[in-house]
Each structure stands twice: as structure tokens, then as C-alpha cells.
């Protein structure tokens, strides 16, 4: 809703809907809709991007210490295991947090963006940009995060699309060099390649049951046609964010 250009419109509902978000705030600073639910790093990183969406228009930056706290969280539990997920959403809080620090004039006391960076290049690392010499040339542009043995052909899944997701916000930073802006770029195209390959669309839906009901969705592997909402509702996410950055 703070995306949205009428935002005038979903003024009321933003404001409800920040009241409830705010009471699942719990006592150690996460939020959760239960105190004895289990953490999800993946929410905290989902409501530290929301906070910077909110903070703009807040007084005293209430939300903008919020999300600080969460980056703070989040950053420390995070490890190779669980990051996948939670890089775009932090990247998108993180970057929002820095360009405001440095607006108002304040030092980012802070090690995280030279976290991002390398999170990154580990992404980056995983990126099929070579034809396999065993396999498909499908898998051209999907990230394999599989701890598989490299000789193997490369297995890249639907999690593509969160690492679109987290180039796609590095590709907004406005203190890219030219030369970095190009190679991101050029792997941001090939990441939305591959994605694409993954969809359900007009030529490769004719052997499914509904292609009506397929068509648009993506699937979890190369290999595998069973469809789920996250899959499709975070590719959708990553391609826009790749157009809001060109």
C-alpha cells in the first residue's frame, strides 16, 4: 500500500493495517503474531522493508529505529542455511536505511553494507552464466544453491527469483560505476531468463490439463511442474523490482 500511487486512497486501511502490525511487536523487539510463536527471520526482514516504507512520513523516525533493530536482528541470526530468503527484503530495508542516514546527515555506524556486498558476490558465485557441459541450456541464468557435487549438471530452482529480487534492489543504488551497473545488469537479464523458463506460457502449456489455469505460473524446477503460489507470487515480485531499477 505505501507503493502505490493512490495512496490516498488506502490511507485508513494503511493506518489499520500498521496498528495490527505493531501489535505483533513482542517484548525482545520481533514481531510475531504470537510471543511463543517460533522467530521467522524472513518476517523480520519483510517488516524491516515495510518500517522504511512507513518511515518517510513518520515523525521522530519512529520506524526507521524499528527497522534498525531488526536489521540488527535479523544480520546476526542469519547464516548460509536460511539468507536466501531474507536478502531481498533486508537489502531493500538495508539500502533504504543507509540513503536515509546519509540524507539526514548522520554516519551508517554500521558493517552491513559491506555484508550486502558480499552476500552478493556469493550470489553471484552460484549464477549459471556458462553453458553446462552436462544438462540443459535452460538452466542459463538460474542460481544453483545446491550443495551437490559441481561435476554435476547444474540444478537451479524457483529460489532464482529471490536472488532477482536482491540484485534487482543493488541495481537501484545510485552509487553503481557504470561498469557495475552493466555487469549487474546483464545477470539480472539472465536470472529474468531463466525464470521465464520456469513458466507456464503459450507454447509449453499444451500438455498440461487447464492451460488456462497454468498459464502464468512458474514452477518449482526444470524438472518438476508442480505449481505453488510462492514460486509464482515471488518471481512476479523480483520482475517488477527489476523494472522499477531499469
Known sequence: LADSPFLHEHERRMGALTERL?????????????ADETVSLMTQAVVAAAMMR?????PLRRYRLIARELIDFTW????????????????????ALFAADAKGGEAFAAMYPAELDNALNLLLA???????????ADVLGGFDFSAADRLAPPNPDWRSAYALHALSAALGDPQLSPADRARLTDRCALAARFLAQLMFDERNSYYVRSADDTRGAVRSRLWDNQLGVTPTAASLLAVVRLNQAL
Open 22 to 34: 505493531m501489535a505483533m511487536r513482542q517484548e525482545d523487539g520481533t514481531f510475531r503474531a504470537e
Open 54 to 58: 512507513l518511515d518517510a512520513d513518520a
Open 76 to 95: 546476526r541470526e542469519a547464516d548460509v542455511t536460511n539468507i536466501i530468503g531474507v536478502l531481498p527484503w533486508l537489502h531493500e530495508a538495508e539500502r
Open 126 to 136: 552460484v549464477q549459471v552464466v556458462d553453458e553446462p557441459r552436462l544438462g540443459p
